[in-house]
Nanobody, 116 residues
């Protein structure tokens, strides 16, 4: 059973910042791409950002320039730094391990609430 330990969600005002963290085992972290998805009520789950095992990144157009995904190899942790948050960023954010044809592992997701 793969564990994804997520943290960092919460309530923030529009324009504010939050940082999400997702830690997993070294055996998983070193092999696979990881990323963050989000799902707002009544909407489909969407990719927010992803980072490959060698550090290549990919972002949804809606978050480019505001969000940054990074990985700390020493801590087996992926971070999502979210700046200039907007109400439309409000969602449940889920960490994800992408094993390609082998499928994905999902975290349970911290809630991010953007409200004044």
């Amino acid at each position: 059973q793969v564990q994804l330990v997520e943290s960092g969600g919460g309530l923030v005002q529009p324009g504010g910042s939050l940082r999400l963290s997702c830690a997993t085992s070294r055996s998983i972290f070193s092999l696979y791409a990881m990323g963050w998805f989000r799902q707002a009520p009544g909407k489909q789950r969407e990719l927010v950002a992803a980072i490959s095992s060698d550090g290549g990144t990919n972002y949804a157009d809606s978050v480019k320039g505001r969000f940054t995904i990074s990985r700390d190899n020493a801590k087996n942790t992926v971070y999502l730094q979210m700046n200039s948050l907007k109400p439309e960023d409000q969602a449940v954010y889920s960490c994800n391990v992408d094993r390609g044809a082998l499928g994905r592992y999902w975290g349970h997701g911290p809630q991010v609430t953007v409200s004044s």
